[in-house]
């Protein structure tokens, strides 16, 4: 039976499986490209990111796995010495690069390629899992990859409606379609698909296997690689008279993905002398060898992780360890400071525990809703607070007295970001996996272990475990001269998700601190993307999102761009930039209607975009850019770290190329 593989090339296709058995064998093959380079991502979390960074990047082992073909539609020879198997999305352009190219690669090896295609609708792209069911739809009247290219030819189009048209257009029953796209079989396919994915890692699209080597993201000069190679070996097996060459090649392949272990990170063991105001609430035992102190914000993505993490903690180690809070509300988070007068009202009537519990449990939710009180009041009460006493209390000014007492604790010691913990001390920052926090505390139980007697338990043994403690991690005001100290090399950690304008292993790298409703903003932005392009291959640009708040507008501009470079990647941002940047009295005033504007000058998806905005990943990357702006003391913008020499504000051109020549003298010298 004949039908058309995508580009409209007639292929013949045909289902089929294969038996194997459950062992393992590796080898060598090139690295893999970052998922979020080239593909549609799944929402995780930064230690998930980083997870997949320590996989799939630098010359190592990657597994061969065993993916079986089981009934999923396929296109070319059943034996051919090459079997690519696809999870794909209708909605992801990423994934439309890849299949644009395995139809090359089909044209380019004629006969030697069978091509396996199964669907991973992400749950962000709304109209994803609908195609797939009705691409589904399609195959069980045999009209798969002609539906199959509509999809492709027509993402942006993809509506209900459309499903159905394309389904008339493609010659198929409607009636049929209808009914064969609800069925409990189609749902089953489905299922079957992404259960199958998620065994193999499929954590975003597309992620392709190729005589089961496992390629993340649509890097076509790798997948011509591993082609290429694995046509070779299979041309062997073909030749010794093998009849199922995917089954032989993987036959030993892993039957699911174990992702690497990371490895806790090396703790610093200096002691910070951190003696925490008698107000703060504490969960645990009050006579506990091991005291964290949190400093934390309700709003923050990455404290919610670390809750869920301290419970694990305090799951694990009991009485052991009892855990201090300290709150300190971020300004760019609107409702973390009605969510800790929440809290505070609520451990008046010994319900901290509870009401810490459900804010984080529950954070996405409440900082949707349109109204915090009426939202906490309704929760209060099914978390048996005496509501009148609550709503008395929520409102006392002394509340807010303790939050300010809890800030200045902060400033004092030099703490700017959430989360932050300390381990009897031990600074730990940000939401560090359990078995980094594991680490610090059996290592400081064999110090408590030293100095631990029947008279010292509780707060006397955590005051003389922290008696010659450093007094901050720097404090607030020699933070501030360090950072404006010319000499100064600052280390600012990147999440890997920046935009980057220039080569990733540049010997010199601009980090740049913008707002895009700032006029010198503008005129930095200039002068630094004109130095990349004059240093071409020397110097790599890394922008990094400030927002101020008197800029009523510049957060929105923020989210945009990041959905814009989420979505289509670097290019597009820097192309964004520049129109913002560029156009900064028109869109301050109605930045929405200018927004979608500007999307459709430079053919993007502007629906697709608004979407990208909400995701909760987009306002992560935004709060952990300000969080480190606020690290560094940044306070106004521009300012640039050039290879860690700050510069702040401004400069002529011959500023910024003084520095540039400076660093690479330095780094011809070392050569």
């Known amino acids: ?109 004629d006969g030697k390629i069978r091509y396996v295609f199964k669907h991973f609708p992400l749950p962000f792209h709304k109209m994803a899992k609908p195609a797939s069911l009705a691409a589904i739809a399609a195959e069980k009247q045999g009209k798969f990859w002609e539906y199959y290219n509509i999809l492709y030819s027509n993402m942006k189009e993809i509506s209900d409606e459309n499903l159905i048209l394309w389904a008339e257009k ?23 698909d992404t259960s199958t994915g998620s065994r193999f890692g499929v954590r975003g699209t597309p992620t392709i296997f190729i005589n089961g080597r496992r390629i993340v993201g649509a890097n076509n000069n790798i997948i011509d690689s591993v082609v290429r190679e694995e046509i070779a070996k299979g041309e062997k097996l073909r030749a010794k008279g093998v009849k199922n060459i995917y089954a032989e090649l993987t036959k030993n392949g892993l039957v699911k993905y174990t992702p690497p272990k990371r490895k806790p990170r090396n703790i610093p ?173 059996v290592e400081e139980l064999q110090r408590v272990e030293t100095v631990k007697n029947d008279a010292l338990k509780g707060d006397k043994l955590y005051l003389e475990l922290i008696k010659n403690g450093k007094p901050g991690l720097t404090g607030a005001a020699q933070d501030e001269k360090k950072n404006q100290n010319g000499n100064e090399i600052v280390e600012i950690k990147l999440t890997g998700k920046e935009p980057s304008l220039g080569p990733g292993n540049a010997p010199v790298t601009i980090i740049e601190f913008s707002d895009f409703q700032c006029p010198f903003c503008k005129k930095g932005a200039s002068i630094v993307e004109k130095l990349v392009e004059e240093y071409k291959g020397k110097v790599n640009l890394i922008f990094k999102h400030t927002p101020l708040d008197f800029n009523k507008n510049a957060k929105k501009a923020a989210l945009f761009t990041i959905a814009v470079k989420n979505i289509y ?23 929405e209607k200018h927004f979608e504007e500007y999307a459709l000058t430079l053919e993007l ?57 400076t660093f690479l003298k330095e780094k011809e010298a070392v050569r």
């Open 1 to 109: 039976m004949n039908t058309k593989h995508p580009g409209n090339n007639s292929y013949k296709f045909q289902k089929g499986g294969c038996a194997m058995k459950n062992t393992s064998r590796k080898l060598l093959v090139f690295p893999v490209i970052l998922m979020f380079l080239f593909s549609c991502k799944k929402q995780t979390s930064p230690d998930e990111g980083k997870d997949d960074q320590t996989a799939e990047t630098g010359q190592q082992e990657v597994e061969i796995y065993k993916v079986d073909v089981g009934n999923s539609i396929f296109t070319g020879p059943q034996n051919a010495p090459v079997t690519i198997i696809n999870f794909s999305d209708f909605q992801c352009p990423f994934s439309k690069k890849s299949i644009d190219h395995i139809d090359k690669l089909m044209k380019t090896y």
């Open 170 to 192: 493609t010659g198929l029953d409607k009636e049929k379609f209808l009914s064969d796209r609800n069925s409990n079989d189609a749902a089953n396919t489905l299922k079957l």
């Open 269 to 441: 063991k200096d002691i910070y002398k951190i003696e925490f105001p008698d107000t703060a609430p504490i969960l645990g035992n009050e006579n506990a060898d091991i005291t964290i102190v949190v400093f934390n914000d309700y709003e923050c993505h990455f404290c919610s992780r670390l809750h869920s993490t301290l419970e694990e903690i305090r799951n694990e180690y009991g009485d052991t360890v009892r855990v201090v809070y300290i709150n300190l509300p971020l300004r760019f988070h609107k409702k973390a400071v009605s969510a800790a007068l929440a809290v505070f009202a609520a451990e008046r009537q010994g319900k901290f525990q509870e009401m810490n519990d459900l804010l984080f449990k529950k954070q996405n939710e409440w900082k949707k809703a349109d109204n915090f009180k009426e939202w906490v009041e309704k929760e209060a009460g099914n978390i048996g607070l005496n509501l009148q006493k609550f709503n008395t209390d929520i409102t006392d000014p002394g509340l807010i007295k303790l939050i300010e007492t809890d800030k200045k604790f902060a400033n004092k010691l030099g703490v700017r970001g959430t989360p932050a913990s300390f381990i009897n001390g031990r600074y730990l920052s940000g939401a560090l996996p359990l078995d980094s926090f594991k680490e610090v505390i």
């Open 569 to 591: 990647g670097d290019k597009k941002f820097f192309e964004m930039e520049k129109i913002l940047f560029n156009n900064q009295n028109d869109w301050k005033i109605s930045p």
């Open 605 to 661: 998806d502007w629906n697709k975009i608004q979407k990208e905005m909400e995701n909760p990943e987009t306002q992560n990357i935004l709060e952990k850019d300000v969080a480190t702006a606020a690290e560094h003391g940044v306070k106004g913008v521009p300012v640039f770290f050039i290879n860690g020499k700050r510069v702040t504000g401004v400069k002529n051109s011959a500023y910024f190329k003084a520095i540039i020549d």
